[in-house]
């Protein structure tokens, strides 16, 4: 494992145990990198119970209850969109008992990008179950550079240093 995504796994587990909370990943691009990074960390089962990876469209629809409007048709926003990561996050936060959530929807490449959505672009959103089933939600659009492999790295660091940072301000 990187030394540089375990240190961020292990602070988000210290901080959700100390807090008596847990976290669910809804992945795209990382295709399972999140759950494992957090995975590998000693003792997650108490902090982490259930990640999906949904790479497929109608994996996203079925399993996250992503709107088919968002994905399909020619005035769909797309896969790889803020309103797309926002849905994944909040069906996560669905399907677990989580406080958190974390989803990631991308294009790792080499191929798929576009002038519009370039490889390389991948949307992160944070979702946060508060009171009264309100939802707090934060979201970033990142292009990284690299292969595939870097620009998953890159994506997986961002996504658990955004619900770190988050954990710290709290």
């Known amino acids: 494992m990187d030394n540089e995504i375990y240190m961020l796994a ?7 145990s100390r807090r008596g909370q847990s976290v669910t ?3 795209s691009c990382t295709g399972g990198g999140l759950a494992h990074a957090l995975t590998d960390v000693p ?5 982490f119970g259930l990640g999906l990876v949904t ?8 399993l996250l209850e992503v709107p088919l409007e968002c994905l399909e048709g020619e005035h ?8 797309t990561v926002r849905h994944m996050a909040t069906g ?9 959530a974390i989803a990631t929807s991308g294009i790792a490449g080499p191929g798929g990008g576009s002038e519009r959505k370039p490889v390389g672009t991948v949307w992160i959103a944070w979702a946060c179950r508060g009171s009264r089933d309100n ?17 998953r790295r890159q994506a997986v660091i961002s996504a658990l240093g ?5 954990l710290q301000e709290a």
């Open 25 to 27: 990943v809804a992945e």
């Open 135 to 151: 939802v707090e939600m934060r979201t970033s659009c990142q292009v990284y550079d690299g292969d595939r492999e870097q620009i």
């Open 92 to 100: 996560a936060l669905k399907a677990s008992a989580a406080d958190f």
């Open 55 to 62: 790479y497929a469209n109608s994996a996203k629809h079925r």
């Open 76 to 83: 769909a926003p797309g896969a790889v969109s803020e309103p």
């Open 43 to 47: 003792g997650s089962s108490g902090w």
């Open 162 to 166: 955004g619900l770190l940072e988050w």
């Open 10 to 16: 292990e602070s988000i587990g210290r901080q959700l």
